[in-house]
């Protein structure tokens, strides 16, 4: 979905069940993605989403793990 829409960054499973997202790019498209995130993919449980606004780093590309 990121790729989609333009948008670079990464998407990670940590060990205490919480996925890790930082998404760089237009913003419209990053606000969609963060509402997505609010909801989750088919069966997830999303209990609590946090943003957190940083500085651009010119990521490239979307990396999952």
């Known amino acids: 979905m990121a790729e ?3 948008v670079a960054g990464s998407a990670e499973n940590l060990n205490d ?8 790019g237009p913003s419209v ?5 963060i509402a997505f995130c609010s909801e989750g993919p ?3 449980h999303v ?18 793990g």
């Open 29 to 33: 498209a990053v606000e969609e993605l």
């Open 4 to 6: 989609d829409r333009g």
């Open 47 to 64: 209990s609590q989403v946090d943003v957190t606004e940083e500085k651009p780093e010119g990521l490239g590309g979307f990396a999952t």
């Open 42 to 44: 088919r069966n997830a």
């Open 17 to 24: 069940g919480s996925v890790e997202v930082v998404l760089e």
